[in-house]
């Protein structure tokens, strides 16, 4: 189960949709008693979304959302004829939808994102209650790596704005990290603190600027580092984080968020997870193409 779950994802990365959903069916059917997490919520979007015309885009070419004043960055689509505040979240893998939005996983008719329609829209379905809590907003959708990927898009934080593009626009040169999917759903990039390297996931809809998970410490050199507890519980320290040519000083870690499950969910060994409180301060740019994170 685990190499077709593998093999499904390349095919979902490369277009071919009808085969994923043919492999996932097989990886469902070998998994037997203990079915997979993954598995379970993506078959019945990809199995949607091979029916139609996955992510075609109608429309202008691009299209600039603003971001709403809140804490997270959060944009305004609408899904089919609704209305709704999604939550630009790359640490999830397809389009998310809370329940009082869609009952079921499937595929997103039409989604606007201004300017900008987009056809046949995989999605899971998950309750967002807690981000709705967390923000103090009626938020009903989580715009995941996938769509970010496919519509070249640019999250300019310090411009308050979310940029897509149909199709892949000319890149200035800008400082870059290689884009990594270590298992082809989720997102990372390389990071070096001091002599040590290892990878950090990129979570846009995380409230804090760089998480560690259990062992990430370890894993980067930092255990023995001057940790300093919180109120909230986790504990904090900083050093001098490299992502690529980006050159960062002093970042705040906080270990004590993350749980064996962020490494298990990922499907490779990370360290920890690069929040929005770092990247709020950057324009970044996911260029699948040229497998690059940009920075500005």
């Known amino acids: 189960p685990a190499l077709l779950r593998l093999r ?13 959903a043919s492999t996932l069916e097989a990886a469902a059917r070998h998994a037997g008693d203990e079915p997979d997490p993954w598995t379970e919520a993506t078959r019945p979007a990809v199995r949607a979304a091979a029916a139609g015309e996955p992510y ?22 609408r899904v089919d004829a609704l209305e709704t505040l999604a939550v630009v979240g790359s ?88 884009l990594l999917r270590p298992t082809g759903a989720f997102l990372a990039v390389p990071a070096r603190v001091g002599a040590h390297e290892g990878w950090l996931t990129l979570d846009t809809a995380g409230l804090f600027p760089v998480a560690l998970g259990p062992g ?26 490299r992502l690529g040519a980006l050159h960062a000083e002093g970042l705040p870690l906080v270990r004590g968020l993350l749980d064996e499950s962020h490494a298990r969910a990922v499907g490779a060994p990370v360290a920890g997870s690069l929040g929005w409180t770092v990247l709020s301060q950057l324009a970044i740019t996911f260029d699948a193409p040229a497998g690059v994170l940009r920075f500005e």
Do not use: N
Not at 8 to 20: N, S
């Open 216 to 241: 990430g410490d370890e894993a980067l050199g930092l255990a023995d580092a001057a940790w300093q507890a919180t109120a909230q519980g986790p504990s904090m320290t900083v050093a001098d984080v």
């Open 91 to 178: 640490g999830a893998h397809f389009a998310v939808l809370d329940p009082s939005v869609r009952a079921t996983a499937g595929a997103i008719d039409e989604l606007t994102l201004g300017a900008l329609r987009v056809r046949d829209v995989p999605h899971t379905v998950r309750s967002l209650e807690a981000v709705r809590e967390a923000l103090g907003a009626d938020v009903g959708m989580v715009i995941g790596a996938d769509l970010l990927l496919r519509l070249h898009a640019t999250l300019d934080g310090p411009g308050g704005r979310l940029v897509l593009h149909a199709e892949r626009p000319a890149r200035p040169d800008t400082t870059t990290a290689p």
């Open 8 to 20: 499904a994802r390349a095919q979902l990365a490369a277009g071919d949709w009808a085969a994923a």
């Open 56 to 77: 075609a885009t109608r429309g202008d070419a691009s299209a600039e959302l603003p971001l709403e004043a809140l804490p997270l960055p959060v944009v305004r689509v």
